[in-house]
């Protein structure tokens, strides 16, 4: 069964940091764009980062610039995505997404329908005093 499964949500004070992972099962990541999207109660899903096949390619939402970092591990076929100075409007469900696009240096946050083909079920972040 090929599925996404996303780690390391929690609730963390203002200003700290967490590592979100995915990892993918059944599939290798080799191939695939992987993307990190959030949604908040209330709020449309929105595209936070992306990270290409090849060149390390990346994309970022203007609201997370400078604050979190976008990284893949081929051999252990899962991407991290290291969140700083964490603030209480990034609070939501993060999920990770993976988008079949083999030897392209480029991602997307904002995607087509349908683009990205697999899901994981998401992990909650909440940041909190």
């Known amino acids: 069964q090929l599925q996404l499964v996303e780690s390391g949500g929690g609730l963390v004070q203002p200003g700290g940091s967490l590592r979100l992972s995915c990892a993918a099962s059944?599939?290798?990541?080799?191939?695939?764009?992987i993307g990190w999207f959030r949604q908040a109660p209330g709020n449309e899903r929105e595209g936070v980062s992306c990270?290409?096949?090849?060149?390390?390619?990346?994309n970022y939402a203007d609201s997370v610039k400078g604050r979190f970092t976008i990284s893949r591990d081929n051999a252990k076929s899962t991407v991290h995505l290291q969140m700083n100075s964490l603030k209480p409007e990034d609070s939501a469900v993060y999920y990770c997404a993976a988008d079949w696009n083999p030897y392209s240096s480029l991602c997307t946050i904002v995607p087509k329908k349908g683009q990205y083909t697999y899901w994981g079920q998401g992990t909650q972040v909440t940041v909190s005093s």
């Open positions: 059944g599939f290798t990541l080799d191939y695939y764009a």
């Open positions: 990270i290409s096949t090849i060149y390390g390619g990346t």
